[in-house]
C-alpha cells in the first residue's frame, strides 16, 4: 500500500495517509528540552542495560500514580520501545515445544516475537460485537500442557478495542489456574475514551507472571525517541537486562532523559492529544457508519477503527467483485485515495483498519471520498 500509495503521490495525486500507527503531534516542548539539556549535559555515553536509575525511578512513579501498580525500580527495564521489551521478554520466557496465546486480530508482531522464540503462536479468536474481547469458549480449549502465556493488547491495534474489566479479570483467572505468563500490551493505555483504563496488573497485584508493558511512543508522541518499558519479576527483568546488554547494550541515553522529563513532568499534554484524538474518533466513525456495506462501531480506544468492509464483497469495482480486505483496502486506495491496512496483515478477513491520527480535514475528507466510491460501485 505504501508503494502504491507513494506511486500515486508522484504522479501528483492528493493521497490520504490514514494507514499511519503513531501520534501525528510533535514531541511536546519540554520533552525536547530535557533532550537538549542532556546532551548539554553530556548524557552521551552508556548507561546501565535495563535503563538510568532515575528513568526506572520515574517508571515505578509513573505506574503508581497512573495504573496503581506498585514495584520497585530493579522490577522496571526500560528498553528501545516496548517492542524491544517485548520481544527481550519472549526470548527469556519461550522456546521450542512451548505455545503462546495470541488473539486476532493481533498487532502483527505478536506472532513473529513468538516465532522468533522458536515457540509455537496459538491464535484465538474475539467477538467483534463485544469490543474484541476474547472467544472464551475456544481459548480454554485452545490452552494446553505447552502452553506458557498469553499476549493481550487493550486497547488493541488494531482493533481500537478496549476490554472490559470483566474480561481482563477472566484472562488473568485462565493464567492463574494454568500457571501461564500474562504479557499485557499497555502501548494505548493513555488513550482510553470512555472509562478509565484499569490494568491487569492493578485488578491482580499479588500474581507475579503478569508483565506489564508500556510506552512513551504514543502516550507522549515520542515514537522515533524508542522508549518503552516493562515491568514484572526481578529474575526476569534481570534475564532480560543481560539479553539487552549483549544485543543493544542499552537504550539510548538522551531518549532515557527524554523520558524522565515525559513521565515526570506536565501530564496536560497527554491529554490535550487525547482530547483531539477522541474528537477524531467522532468524525471518523460518523463518516464510515454512514456509508451502506461499511459497519463500523466505535472503538474505546488507542486511535484506530477497524469497520467490518464484508457488507462490499460481492459488489463490483472495476468490473470484478469485491471480495476481501485486500481487495477493499485496494479499492480505497485507487478509487479513493485513501490508504487503510488490510485486516489480513493482522489475521483478519472482514475488517480494514483506518487510523484517525490524522487532521480533522483529513478525516472529513477521506470519508467523503469513500462514500462516493462505495456509491459507485455495481
Ligand atoms: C500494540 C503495539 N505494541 C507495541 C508497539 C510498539 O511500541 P514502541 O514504539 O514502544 O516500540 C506498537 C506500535 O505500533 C503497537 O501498536
Known sequence: MTTRAAELRAAGVDVINMSVGEPDFPTPDHIVAASQQAIADGFTRYTPAPGLP??????????ARDNGIKVSPEQVIASNGAKHSLFNACMALFQQGDEVIIFAPYWVSFPEFVNFSHATPVVVGTDSERRFEPLFDELEDRIGP??????????SN???????????EQIIGLARKHDLWLLTDECYEALAYDEPFVSAAAIDPDFEKI???????????????????????VELVKAMSRLQGQSTSC?????????VAALTGDQSVVQEMKAAFQRRRGLVVE???????IKCGEPGGAFYVFPDVGGLFGQNWDGRPLESPDDVTEFFLTAAHVVTVSGEAFGDNRHVRF???VSDEDIITAGQRI????????
Open 54 to 63: 532515575q528513568l526506572r525511578e520515574a517508571i515505578v512513579a509513573k505506574l
Open 146 to 155: 505447552r502452553t506458557k502465556g498469553i499476549i493481550m493488547n487493550s486497547p
Open 158 to 168: 488494531p482493533t481500537g478495542g478496549v476490554w472490559s474489566r470483566a474480561a481482563v
Open 211 to 233: 508483565l506489564t508493558f508500556q510506552s512513551c511512543s504514543k502516550t507522549y508522541a515520542m515514537t522515533g525517541w524508542r522508549i518503552g518499558y516493562m515491568t514484572g519479576p
Open 251 to 259: 537504550p539510548n541515553s538522551i531518549g532515557q532523559m527524554a523520558a
Open 287 to 293: 463518516r464510515l457508519a454512514a456509508i451502506a456495506g
Open 355 to 357: 487510523s484517525y491520527a
Open 371 to 378: 462514500a462516493d466510491a462505495v456509491a459507485g460501485l455495481t
